[in-house]
C-alpha cells in the first residue's frame, strides 16, 4: 500500500536553477495538493487539483507551476529557484473533502 | 478567512498522565475536522478525521470531539506513553478553494 509517494526526498539546488517535484497516489483520489512547511509558518497550500487536467493556486503560489497531466500524477515546478524557496515540500491526496493521505516530503535547500 | 489555532505550542508531561490538546477555528461553516501526527523529520500521519455532523471519533487511546458552534476541537490521550512524543497538528476543511486549513501544532514530550 504505497499510498502517496514524493521523489525526491532531498534536494540541494543553487539559486536560479529549476527543479521538478513529483508526487504519485495510487488511492484513485481525484483531489491533489501541494503543501510548504516552514518553522513558525504551519503549513501553507501552494497549488492544488481537483482532477485530472485542472489546476488551481492556493495561498503561496508565487514562484511554482503545477501540471496534472495524469490523474494519480501531480507535479510542482520551481522555474528558477531562490532561497526563500527552501522548505520541506508535502504533496497530499483526497477523496473530494473526506480525508487526506501525505507524502513523507521533500527538504529542499537553496544555496 | 478560516483561521485555526492550537495552544500551547508545546508541552511535556510526565509519562501514563491523560492529556487533552486543544485546537479552536474561527469559521464554524467546516465540513470536517482532521488530527494529523507528525515525527521530526517525518511526514503527517492522519490520526482521526471527524465529520461536522459528528461529535466524537476514537481509535485506540485517542478521542477526538468536535463542538461547532463554539469553533472548538480537542484530541484527548490516554496513558501517555513516550511513543506519543511528537507534534499534532489539527486541521479544518472548509469548503471554499477545497483545502485544509492547518494550525501550526502541538510539540507534545512525553518524559518517562
Known amino acids: 500500500n504505497a499510498g502517496v509517494t514524493q521523489t525526491p526526498k532531498f534536494r540541494v539546488l543553487k539559486t536560479g536553477q529549476s527543479m521538478t517535484l513529483l508526487c504519485a497516489q495510487d488511492?484513485?483520489?481525484?483531489?491533489m495538493y501541494w503543501y510548504r512547511q516552514d518553522p513558525g509558518m504551519g503549513l501553507r497550500l501552494i497549488h492544488y487539483?481537483?482532477?485530472?487536467?485542472?489546476?488551481a493556486k492556493g495561498e503561496v503560489p508565487d514562484g511554482y507551476n503545477v501540471s496534472r497531466l495524469k490523474k494519480q500524477n501531480f507535479l510542482l515546478g520551481l522555474e528558477s529557484a531562490a532561497p526563500s524557496q527552501t522548505s520541506v515540500y508535502f504533496c497530499a491526496s483526497s477523496y473530494q473533502k473526506y480525508g487526506y493521505t501525505f507524502g513523507s516530503g521533500t527538504r529542499l535547500t537553496v544555496v | 478567512k478560516q483561521e485555526v489555532t492550537q495552544i500551547p505550542a508545546a508541552l511535556s508531561v510526565p509519562e501514563g498522565e491523560n492529556l487533552v490538546l486543544n485546537c479552536s477555528f474561527t469559521d464554524s461553516a467546516i465540513y470536517n475536522l482532521q488530527w494529523f501526527r507528525q515525527d521530526p523529520g517525518k511526514g503527517l500521519t492522519s490520526l482521526l478525521l471527524?465529520?461536522?455532523?459528528?461529535r466524537e471519533q476514537t481509535s485506540g487511546r485517542l478521542n477526538a470531539s468536535l463542538d461547532k458552534s463554539s469553533g472548538r476541537s480537542t484530541l484527548y490521550i490516554a496513558a501517555s506513553q513516550p511513543g506519543d512524543s511528537a507534534t499534532y497538528l489539527c486541521?479544518?476543511?472548509?469548503?471554499?478553494?477545497?483545502?485544509?486549513?492547518f494550525g501550526k501544532g502541538i510539540t507534545l514530550s512525553v518524559r518517562p
Open positions: 471527524i465529520q461536522s455532523s459528528q
Open positions: 487539483s481537483v482532477g485530472e487536467g485542472t489546476t
Open positions: 488511492m484513485n483520489h481525484e483531489y
Open positions: 486541521a479544518v476543511y472548509t469548503g471554499a478553494n477545497s483545502k485544509l486549513t
